[in-house]
T-cell receptor, first 110, second 118 residues
């Protein structure tokens, strides 16, 4: 069964620190990888996607992909209390099939 | 950006009634949409995949006769919860699949519909 695994957390970091969120996946044929942010009581919001090995930066966010090791991570620099949310890793395993992880809860302490 | 709307944003109904939820992709066409359900403090649960012009594909354990899905156009999918009961109370979220040259197939979520069945 194709799986996407995330540590449920909560991950607690002080304001201004770097938050590191990790995700592993089981299907080696996966092509596209996504990070969504979900605030409590709200629907998921796309933050970034990545499909090539290496790093992809967008503002304070950096997505890292290592297909050989089958993991994808999200770094949040200069974490803010407003970044406190659940972060969902999603993996496209082919066609329109996307598998979501259960999410990691991040708490940024002011 | 890709915008997906849902209507209504919340609904309260009596047990036994049916509730229809609409999901629209506002600035792109979506052949495929998805319907999720999420209970408090739990993960997203995929209910079904909605395909324009054809029958929806339901996940195991989801009753197709209870959760009717219609995807009549490239920008609209509807979910009807028939004969709703209190245990159907949940947060229902749709997403629409957009194809782009960057990431290929990307899901964009609607804001969700909160259903409370009394």
């Amino acid at each position: 069964q194709k799986e996407v695994e995330q540590n449920s957390g909560p991950l607690s970091v002080p304001e201004g620190a770097i938050a590191s969120l990790n995700c592993t996946y089981s299907d080696r044929g996966s092509q596209s990888f996504f990070w969504y942010r979900q605030y409590s009581g709200k629907s998921p919001e796309l933050i970034m996607f990545i499909y090539s090995n290496g790093d992809k930066e967008d503002g304070r966010f950096t997505a890292q992909l290592n297909k050989a090791s089958q993991y994808v991570s999200l770094l949040i620099r200069d974490s803010q209390p407003s970044d406190s949310a659940t972060y969902l890793c999603a993996v496209n395993t082919g066609g329109f099939k996307t598998i979501f992880g259960a999410g990691t809860r991040l708490f940024v302490k002011a | 950006g890709a915008v997906v709307s849902q209507h209504p944003s919340w609904v309260i109904c009596k047990s036994g009634t049916s509730v229809k939820i609409e999901c629209r992709s506002l600035d792109f066409q979506a052949t495929t949409m998805f319907w999720y359900r999420q209970f408090p403090k739990q993960s997203l649960m995929l209910m079904a995949t909605s395909n324009e012009g054809s029958k929806a594909t339901y996940e195991q354990g989801v009753e197709k006769d209870k959760f009717l899905i219609n995807h009549a156009s490239l920008t609209l999918s509807t979910l009807t919860v028939t004969s709703a009961h209190p245990e159907d109370s949940s947060f229902y979220i749709c997403s629409a699949l957009r194809t782009s040259g960057g990431a290929g197939e990307t899901q964009y979520f609607g804001p969700g519909t909160r259903l409370l069945v009394l």
